[in-house]
């Protein structure tokens, strides 16, 4: 009798248990969505590699989010066909204003004009590593407009009336001669002041460990993230100045021995952080100097920048026009250029593009480097004008 009594509590334990339970299950239904499953019983996706939409807002298919930072390399997506090609990316934007004005640095040579070479290289340079400032020491011997002086017609020679080409009249001395090949040319030029290879814009110091790396973060993203990434990254080195109009950027040095992992935390990808590491090595080593971009001959500069990882053909040409300031560089890889240059043979822009796909072609390599040949050695210049003539905004080179 005793024994049956208690199986009868126990029974009554284990059904009261079992009440309580049936309780809590119900009590948590209520807090799912009718329509949605509670998490304990959601089976667990197929692919459970598969990556997050960012939430960062970008520009186009191609564009890193600012924040934040992916885990693993973005994949490439296809990207819709544009009306028109884009207009000059964010790399450009941050690598031209890197550059600072000379008079900040060096107020008694501000007002000078510097002797001008146009196959050389006629921006003031600043070691990252040093401070010292280099520009190119040429002479009227070693000036190669001497070799151009028929094609550029009598009485010019090296300079305006054959005096010697200076940073204060090499432009007016490129347009002329523009104008002087190509008439059509003209209305362009009087409308639209190339300060890039101005007395103004030849007096700017260039630090190319900033301009470079500049160029490097905002290589496919928009400019408003380019901006924000590159203050982030910046900041990573001032962390005991609160006041950011007060930060300097960083050296070469600083950055080489600094772990990818912090890099990351300014918004770089692995492959940006992995890009800049490696550009600051190469400045830290001595691989790459202010003393060789200013005094190295094309080839040379050429063939040091496009061995960096990060840098390719079109980035380098950039660098070199924009950045050192050489006059007579061209590319025949910049779809702003070509669309200038197809307009300005008379070619109807809006039917050229290339067969079987998306791409943008206006023109062929060949007739490019054919037609852009009588304007050497100002090449850099007639470029600068041919993302003028159909409007390319290239107002951020200035």
Known sequence: MHRVHLITIRQSSLAAMATRRSSRLSAASNLVPKNEAPAAVVAPPKNSRKRKTPTATTTSTDDEPTLPPPSTPKRKTARTTAPHPPSTPAGINEMAGASRPLETLHPPHAALDRLADPFGTNAAVISPLTSRLFAAK???????????AGRLGEGTGLGPGGGRLTTGNILQQALDHLVKVEPKLKIVVEKHHCKVFSREGLAEVVDPFV??????????VSGAAAKSIKARFVALFNATEPDASLHVFPTPLAVSTTSLETLRTAGLSQRKAEYIQGLAEKFASGELTAEMLVEGAYEEVFEKLIAVRGLGKWSVEMFACFGLKRLDVFSTGDL????????LAGRDISKLKAKGGGKWKYMSEKDMLEMAEKFAPYRSVFMWYMWRVEDVDTAVLE
């Open 138 to 148: 040429a002479t009227v011997d070693a000036s190669p407009v001497k070799g151009f």
């Open 211 to 220: 301009n470079l790396t500049s160029g490097i973060i905002g290589q496919q």
């Open 336 to 343: 702003g250029v070509q669309r200038g240059m197809a307009s």
